[in-house]
């Protein structure tokens, strides 16, 4: 099967995708819990939030550095900085220190979302197949088994460092797996021609689009079952699983859309279907239809992403492609750590109705950027054949 062919060639960057999924499954899980716990407001905490943010620029710079110096041993390092970071959400208590620990959490977050897709891109070019859609897939299926589980521990009344540093055990145990050779490529000494920035702006743009939608419902989903629609606990870690396991199977159906079909075409309907599955939550009446609105944009926002990664790194030179990766992923990956606190504001003034509505209007820009990169990609075969 393509993919299981797929997960088998991609194994170990694919298990870094199960470790970054299973802490952010197990914090949405928590929101409710942690928010009350620092006595916050819906702004203050999605203003908390951009701690994470704070941290992930800083990956933007530091994870091509650190990928070059530590090399087969750069997965497992900051594998081993993400469980540590995560010890700390749970455990503080004023906000302007958990501010500082979810910069912590950013940038270790960071620093292993860049490297893993750098090394799937590697793959890709190495075995000239598409491989992107199955590892994001792993993170989406990790996602959303620890929000199912972290649900049950909610239930139990277990506390979310205990839970958190259970993930970090199981980090720990997987760090042999992350462990992999990096490609090495020589920049060629001329010929070098233009920085591609506006592939890594534009495929950037797509990832963060698609990515502040997701980030929206991770964080805020569970709430809103809560607080809207009157659901308990366990139904409210519902709301991020169900993303999750909608994630999961649209990014393994996209691993066998992506050898068959243009990106451009699949962003286009993916988007309109995302858009629809947001507008659904926003008006739902009850957890149930709540539900079908997070399933069915998780279904449609989950190939957008790993298709604007896929696509960056198919368009800059070799020798470019972690950088180039790098600069592109930090961009979409920021959306998980502004759309949270962009959402409390608006929650704040207008209430998480009005919210998720916006994210519907929000998912629509992806379909003039994949034009746009589209149009973009053919200029350069063009200019390749001549």
């Known amino acids: 099967m393509s993919i299981m062919s797929a ?95 979810m910069c912590g959490v950013g940038m270790a977050s960071g620093l292993l979302d860049v490297i893993m897709n750098a090394r799937v891109s590697e793959l890709e070019a190495s075995h000239s197949r598409s ?24 239930e139990a009344g277990l506390p979310p460092v205990m839970v958190l540093a259970g993930f970090g055990v199981l980090t720990l145990l997987a760090l042999p797996i992350l462990r992999m050779e990096v490609a090495v490529v020589e920049e060629p000494e001329t010929g070098r021609g233009r920085y591609p920035l506006w592939p890594i702006l534009i495929c950037g743009a797509i990832v963060l689009v698609a990515f502040m939608s997701e980030a929206t419902v991770e964080a805020w989903s569970a709430l809103h079952v809560e607080r809207t629609l009157g659901g308990g606990a366990a139904e409210g870690a519902l709301g991020p699983a ?91 990956f920021s959306g998980f750590f502004w759309a949270p606190s962009l959402m409390g504001f608006v929650s704040e003034g207008f209430g998480l109705r009005v919210a998720f509505a916006c994210v519907a209007v929000m998912l629509l820009i992806a379909i003039p950027l994949a034009i746009v ?14």
């Open 242 to 332: 169900m993303l999750g396991l909608t994630m999961m199977i649209g990014r393994f159906s996209g691993q066998v859309v992506a050898e068959r079909l243009r990106e451009v075409t699949v962003i286009y309907w993916a988007a309109l279907m995302a858009s629809a599955g947001a507008l659904i939550a926003s008006v739902a009446p009850t957890p149930l239809i709540a539900y079908v609105g997070f399933g069915v944009l998780g279904l449609g926002v989950s190939v957008i992403g790993p298709m604007g990664l896929a696509l960056v790194g198919r368009m800059v030179p070799p020798h470019l492609r972690t950088e180039a990766i790098s600069r592109a992923a930090v961009i979409g």
């Open 7 to 101: 997960l088998k060639i991609s194994r170990r960057p694919a298990t870094g995708f199960v470790v970054v999924g299973m802490f952010w499954g197990c914090f949405a899980a928590y929101v409710p819990e942690i928010k009350a716990q620092l006595g916050a407001s819906d702004a203050l905490f999605g203003m908390l939030l951009l701690g994470s943010a704070t941290g992930l620029v800083s990956a933007m710079w530091l994870a091509p550095k650190m990928d070059r110096s530590l090399g087969n041993r750069s997965m497992q390092v900051a594998a081993c900085l993400l469980a540590f970071a995560w010890l700390w959400p749970g455990l503080v208590t004023l906000p302007v220190l958990f501010f500082a620990v």
């Open 131 to 154: 491989l992107m859609n199955a590892n994001h897939a792993m993170f989406s299926l990790s996602y959303a088994v620890a929000a199912l589980i972290t649900g049950a521990a909610r």
């Open 373 to 386: 990169m589209n149009r973009m990609e053919k200029d350069k075969i063009a200019a390749s054949v001549a």
